[in-house]
T-cell receptor
Framework: ETGVTQSPTHLIKTRGQQVTLRCSSQ?????VSWYQQALGQGPQFIFQYYREEENGRGNFPPRFSGLQFPNYSSELNVNALELDDSALYLC??????????????FGEGSRLTVL | GDSVTQMEGPVTLSEEAFLTINCTYT??????LFWYVQYPGEGLQLLLK?????DKGSNKGFEATYRKETTSFHLEKGSVQVSDSAVYFC???????????FGTGTRLKVLA
């Protein structure tokens, strides 16, 4: 059973650029959530995808968008990057479906630096 | 809105010392409570959980009891090891919602 994998592990962008982060969920998990973890802070919920649809969203602007694919993998896209977007982006998968009260399985994260 | 407050770190202890990391929460629904741990260079992983009042979660010598009357979920371990050095996050999720609320994390350093 493979765990949650994320790519890339590190990347550097400049202000105004766009970035795409990728996540493969753990085998059998149909729900993927994305979190932003700023340095020294706890993870902040960005959004969740269930069966290819956005299932809920945190307090992030529309320039943060996502996709989930039929194999349950997911992408996080951030447009018009700002310096404050520098953070560790965590993907987490879970089972079952919409009302998740169970365990989250996290990847190791993608560390984004915006210059 | 829902929130989690945990004690600030870093916490530095000698090996075999007793550990307590305080966590309190505010929730409008009936939350499930969690402790996640983040070891250096790794992703977060679940340490223990409790889904209803008075439940005790336990794992790897760590324990936490869901106290509804004090809205707390303090993490304890009787004898810490160097390998317990990590960042510990308290978190909640409320039944019917899709997101977890995390605390800011408490860094634990255990010295040999």
């Amino acid at each position: 059973e493979t765990g949650v994998t994320q790519s890339p592990t590190h990347l550097i962008k400049t202000r105004g650029q766009q970035v795409t982060l990728r996540c493969s969920s753990q085998s059998g998990h149909n729900t993927v959530s994305w979190y932003q973890q700023a340095l020294g802070q706890g993870p902040q919920f960005i959004f969740q995808y269930y069966r290819e649809e956005e299932n809920g969203r945190g307090n992030f602007p529309p320039r943060f968008s996502g996709l989930q694919f039929p194999n349950y993998s997911s992408e996080l896209n951030v447009n018009a990057l700002e310096l404050d977007d520098s953070a560790l982006y965590l993907c987490a998968s879970s089972w079952p479906g919409r009302q998740n009260t169970g365990e989250l399985f996290f990847g190791e994260g993608s560390r984004l630096t915006v210059l | 809105g829902d929130s989690v407050t945990q004690m600030e770190g870093p916490v530095t202890l000698s090996e075999e010392a007793f550990l307590t990391i305080n966590c309190t929460y505010t929730a409008t629904g009936y939350p499930s409570l969690f402790w996640y741990v983040q070891y250096p260079g790794e992703g977060l992983q679940l340490l223990l959980k409790a889904t209803k009042a008075d439940d005790k979660g336990s794992n790897k010598g760590f324990e936490a009891t869901y106290r509804k009357e004090t809205t707390s979920f303090h993490l304890e371990k009787g004898s810490v090891q160097v390998s317990d050095s990590a960042v510990y996050f308290c978190a909640l999720t409320t039944s019917g919602t899709y997101k977890y609320i995390f605390g800011t994390g408490t860094r634990l350093k255990v010295l040999a």
